[in-house]
């Protein structure tokens, strides 16, 4: 079993920057795991934000938050960040941490493939 938690949610206004941090309790698999950032809006479904791979030392982006947000992931820590800059209204959203092992095909911004979820944190952008 894996816990998550997520910190650093908040308000800012338009462009502002903020800082996500998730603690796990353990690793899913010792090497081959994705860890990243997921997010919801209200009336919309859950969309990957940021992935890492941790053997593959990859992160895939969502092409609306590529150049504006940074994930990055201490080991020593078994946590992961995300930095997002220039964030924008459409931004607004509850950010989740998921993990799962990897598995053959996975795609990694799916969120229908990770079984272990943080409780989540509002992030809202105003213009």
């Known amino acids: 079993q894996v816990r998550l938690m997520e910190s650093g949610g908040g308000s800012v206004q338009s462009g502002g920057s903020l800082r996500l941090s998730c603690e796990a309790s353990?690793?899913?698999?010792?090497?081959?795991?994705?860890f990243g950032w997921f997010r919801q809006a209200p009336g919309k479904a859950r969309e990957g934000v940021a992935v890492n791979y941790h053997y593959g030392r990859q992160t895939y982006y969502n092409p609306s938050v590529k150049g504006r947000f940074t994930a990055s992931e201490d080991t020593t820590r078994r946590t992961i960040y995300l930095q997002m800059n220039d964030l924008k209204p459409d931004d607004t959203a509850i950010y989740y941490c998921?993990?799962?092992?990897?598995?053959?095909?996975?795609?990694?911004?799916?969120?229908?493939?990770?079984?272990?979820w943080g409780q989540g944190t509002q992030v809202t952008v105003s213009s």
């Open positions: 353990n690793y899913a698999d010792e090497n081959y795991y994705y």
């Open positions: 998921a993990q799962n092992r990897w598995i053959p095909s996975m795609e990694p911004l799916d969120s229908h493939r990770y079984n272990y």
